[in-house]
């Protein structure tokens, strides 16, 4: 029985929640997980992050969400007379959701407008 909580025991006790998760995890095809302890004498508090395989596993198609549009992966544009070509694009983003390099190497965040307008 834990009297009060220290380094050592909360050790043991992170090893047996992630042996009791191990059953939950093959049961539903899950990875649960739990995060950095912050403990006092009396008490700690973690985070718990569960994530499915189906998930892990699925490819990451990075296309435009925007109707119309074809802005995709090595997509180039112009802006003030540099060239840019689209490296990254993060579909839930609501603003910036391009990243682009130019010739030198520098990446900068894009949105949509900005990429459409330099097409």
């Known amino acids: 029985m834990v009297q009060r909580f220290d380094k050592q025991n909360l050790k043991e006790i992170r090893i047996a929640i992630n042996n009791a998760m191990k059953a939950i995890n093959d049961q539903y095809g899950l990875n649960v997980s739990i995060g950095t302890i912050r403990f006092t004498e009396s008490q700690f508090t973690t985070k718990m992050t569960a994530t499915t395989a189906a998930i892990r596993t699925a490819p990451i ?59």
């Open 61 to 119: 198609i990075h296309t435009s969400v925007t109707p119309g549009v074809k802005i995709d992966l090595g997509t180039t544009f112009m802006f003030r007379g540099t060239r840019f070509t689209i490296t990254k694009i993060y579909s839930n983003r609501p603003k910036y959701k391009y990243i682009a390099v130019n010739a030198r190497g520098t990446t900068y965040k894009w949105a949509e407008e900005q990429v459409r307008a330099g097409m």
